[in-house]
């Protein structure tokens, strides 16, 4: 019997990736599944991709998340750290923000991820540089589809621009920010969103169990 890869890879080299995240998840899925939701980030990302250079690496990235938060979404409720997503269109301004900051201010006490509706294919670059004056790097950062895991997985939704693109899960707590959007704005406006961003994550943070 061959033991070539499934021709159902859209990239051969992803591969490996499946077998890394396939033994990593050995007993909670199958490989099956693993095989699915890594091809399925693989096509997800492609759509908006300019360069495929990293392609594998992020669609790796992206399935082990989304395999996260499966298995934390089949968890027991209330176990765990609370869940925050944050959720705009393009994942590339706000939600990337208020992601970042809510991480940097938490500091471990909660599990951070964003999404958008419409993903653009990088993160703005002014929104990068104002992070990093904040203190925080998004070296790793990139624009992420909305999955359905994240969103089950996820014990508070913050929408930040999305609409009713935005998907709503009973149970959830949802919460809408109505945040300006940096695209194409100053620098100097960028801040201003990422301050206002950043009293929202203080209140946030006061609101939780525990805090």
Known sequence: MSTSPSPALPDQR?????????????????????QHLLTDSYLRLAE??????HLVVLAERLAAE???A?????????????RVLFVCSHNAGRSQMAAALLGLRAGGRVAVSSAGTDPAAVVEPEVAQVLIEAGVALQDA????????????????VTMGCG??????????????P?????????????TIRD????????LLASLPGH
């Open 14 to 34: 992803l591969a490996t990736s499946a077998a890394r995240l396939a033994a990593r998840h050995a007993g909670h899925f199958s490989p099956e599944t693993v």
């Open 66 to 68: 989304r395999l996260d």
């Open 196 to 203: 206002e961003i950043d009293a929202h994550i203080t209140e």
């Open 179 to 191: 945040v300006a959007d940096p695209e194409g704005a100053p620098i100097t406006v960028v801040r």
């Open 70 to 82: 499966l298995a934390r979404a089949h968890a027991a409720p209330g176990t765990g750290v609370p």
């Open 164 to 177: 009713d693109a935005c998907p709503v899960v009973p149970g959830r707590l949802y919460l809408d920010w």
């Open 48 to 53: 908006t991709a300019h360069v495929r250079t």
């Open 142 to 157: 990139y624009p992420k589809p909305l999955t359905d895991e994240v969103v089950q997985a996820a014990d508070i939704v």
